[in-house]
């Protein structure tokens, strides 16, 4: 007993002084990170290769059909997203999760589960389990011209709201649609923004750009710029402050108001006016020619001619 109880501890240190060590991995780990509006997207995962050896299919021992996929190699995949996203139409809260898939021919089953260390193994100590399952959803699996040696995870096709997450694997390619709530995220951090920093001119005057931008929200924009002006006045937010009130319909104060930020833009001498200035000077313009003419004074005119 002692000498196998010694032989146990050389090999547990053996194994400790390798772990220290960095070495080649035959399936090495890998992180994507990518935002896709105001949400940032992490995904932590271990990429086998295929050897020479199958990757899906009825008898493999890599990714059979029908049976739970850990979706990776060593340890668990993880999914991090800092907001709600709603995959494959159902909603998943912001967190950590494991990821798991039931591959098949046509369509693979897609799970996030809530244990973010959860083993592939059923019935073990932190092995997975169904109960425990954020959401499941079914996503389609499509042949892939340019096969993958290497099991590969990236999310693609990107808009400010959406992106698909992909799932690579020699001839196959499993998709999963992802969506995210941008104007509710951005509003939040917009409102947080100025709750953490309500005297910050740069950030009040940020946070009316984007609800003029959006055209949302205009009288609490038009304050956000007021506020922003009244701490430090720039050619920026007169100009915002004048687009504001010009989407309100009140183009007569957006006029002197757009003046003005031509007039501060140039003593400024600061290098960035002159990408404003065009634009400055095209709504001045554009005010000029909404402004109706005063008829009293067209016909005083008339009346001494």
Do not use: C, H
Not at 102 to 111: A, E, G, V
Not at 164 to 193: H, P, S
């Amino acid at each position: 007993m002692k000498k196998i109880s010694f032989l146990a501890t050389l090999t547990l240190i053996a194994q400790l002084a390798i772990a220290q060590i960095k070495l080649p991995q035959a399936s090495p780990g890998a992180t994507v990170i990518q935002t896709v509006g105001t949400t940032d997207f992490t995904i932590t995962y271990s990429r086998p290769s295929l050897k020479g050896r199958a990757a899906l299919g009825a008898q493999t021992p890599l990714a059979p059909f029908g049976q739970l996929w850990r979706t990776g190699a060593n340890g668990a995949t993880n999914f991090k997203t800092t907001t709600d996203v709603v995959v494959q139409g159902q909603k998943l809260p912001a967190g950590t999760y494991s990821v798991f898939t039931i591959p098949n021919q046509s369509d693979w089953t897609l799970i996030f589960n809530k244990n973010a260390t959860a083993s592939a193994e059923e019935g073990i100590p932190n092995g997975y389990k169904k109960e425990e399952d954020a959401i499941r959803v079914q996503i389609k699996a499509e042949k892939v011209s340019r096969p993958r040696e290497t099991f590969t995870i990236d999310i693609s096709d990107l808009t400010d709201s959406t992106a698909n997450l992909n799932f690579y694997w020699a001839d196959t390619r499993a998709i999963a649609n992802l969506k995210v709530d941008v104007m509710a995220n951005a509003q939040a951090n917009i409102e947080k923004a100025v709750a953490d920093k309500p005297e910050d001119a740069g950030i009040l005057q940020a946070a009316a750009n984007w609800n003029l931008s959006k055209n949302r929200n205009l009288d609490q924009a038009l304050a956000w710029a007021d506020k922003s002006i009244g701490l430090k006045e720039t050619y920026s937010n007169l100009w915002i402050k004048a687009q504001i009130l010009s989407k309100m319909g009140k183009v007569a104060e957006a006029l002197p108001l757009a003046q003005k930020a031509l007039t501060v833009g140039e003593a400024s001498n600061d290098p960035v006016f002159r990408f404003y200035k065009e634009g400055i000077q095209k709504g001045v313009s554009d005010y000029q020619a909404l402004i109706p003419v005063d008829t009293k004074v067209l016909k005083g005119k008339k009346k001494k001619a």
